[in-house]
């Protein structure tokens, strides 16, 4: 049955996820209520659910804008799932503000792809990750991906290897104008946040690491899928289906680097993962086989959202 409902991206089927993902986002919001005592907490908790949103549609826009996946819903739908994993994320501004930014720049650089305005799109991903990196530093490391992009698309041209460093400097400025003016330590702000950390000792609970254990397995899974189906692709999206790999590994060392480790951290794969498992669940198969990978994700994904409420 919900292979049927999102087998087509309609207006309908993002709007229903939308719905859902405001349900549990209510759920998760309503164990404490003191968000409610000001009006500046009130815009804030609004605000995060609508990047949540536009994340999912930007997820879904990158996969169906560049023949990632089919004219489906799926991407949206595995994208949410994900999120329900781990619903301490939906607390976490700095973290759902830095992954918006980091998926604007995964845009411009699956684009690449066309070679149309190379050069504007390679400035634009880097400066958005840059961006990115002053929600959570260790964002930065999304700067590989870009290289990575440069190297499979537009090489040749010198030029190109310096647009990330202009972009770099284009978001220093900004950046020392805007501390300027609020009277902020900028030497003392990077010092603060550029720290790392190896232990992953933070778990709470053990609905927590199960949650995280189940979540690595399925990863695991369609990581292991999308490498062993990668030679079939189209060799015009092989490319672009590298790249989204390569942002999940990249996903996965900020986790490794960053300090104050969480389950939160995780958001960084969500979309690459997403766009992975639609990819597998779109290959032909039977029925059968898709309805069960859709029921169980669904299931564990509400088991592990209800157990660490």
């Not at 799109?121 to 991906?145: P, Q």
């Not at 190109?160 to 003016?181: E, R, T």
């Not at 778990?203 to 254990?213: D, E, P």
Request: aromatic share 20%; proline share 2%.
């Amino acid at each position: 049955m919900i292979t049927s409902v999102f087998r087509k991206s309609t207006p309908l089927n993002f709007s229903m996820v939308v719905i859902l993902m405001l349900v549990f986002f209510l759920i998760f919001q309503f164990q404490d209520l003191s968000w409610t005592k000001s009006n500046l907490s009130v815009l804030t908790t609004i605000g995060l659910f609508c990047l949540l949103s536009f994340s999912i549609f930007i997820t879904s826009f990158i996969a169906r804008r560049n023949g990632l996946s089919k004219d489906s819903a799926f991407t949206i739908f595995f994208f949410f799932l994900f999120l329900l994993f781990f619903p301490s994320v939906l607390n976490n501004a700095n973290l759902i503000i830095a992954n918006f930014f980091i998926l604007l720049a995964i845009r411009r650089l699956i684009s690449l792809q066309s070679l149309k305005a190379a050069k504007e799109k390679i400035f634009d991903a880097s400066f958005w990750i840059f961006v990115a990196t002053l929600f959570h530093f260790w964002s930065i490391l999304f700067i590989l991906l870009v290289f990575i992009s440069i190297i499979f698309h537009v090489a040749r041209d010198y030029r190109n290897w310096f647009l990330p460093f202009i972009a770099l400097a284009s978001a220093m400025i900004l950046f020392l104008i805007y501390a300027s003016i609020f009277h902020i330590d900028s030497l003392a702000f990077f010092s603060k946040n550029f720290k790392t950390s190896f232990e992953i000792d933070y778990f709470t609970t053990n609905y927590q690491n199960g949650a995280f254990a189940v979540y690595a397995t399925i990863a695991l899974f369609f990581i292991v899928s999308s490498f062993t189906t990668l030679s079939t692709k189209p060799q015009i999206l092989q490319a672009s289906f590298k790249k989204i790999i390569a942002s999940f590994f990249i996903a996965v060392l900020i986790y490794v680097v960053s300090p104050n480790k969480s389950n939160d951290l995780l958001l960084f794969t969500f979309a690459p993962l997403a766009i992975m498992t639609c990819s597998h669940i779109e290959m032909k198969q039977l029925k059968l086989n898709q309805e069960i990978v859709i029921y169980a994700l669904t299931v564990c994904s509400m088991f592990a959202f209800f157990s660490q409420l």
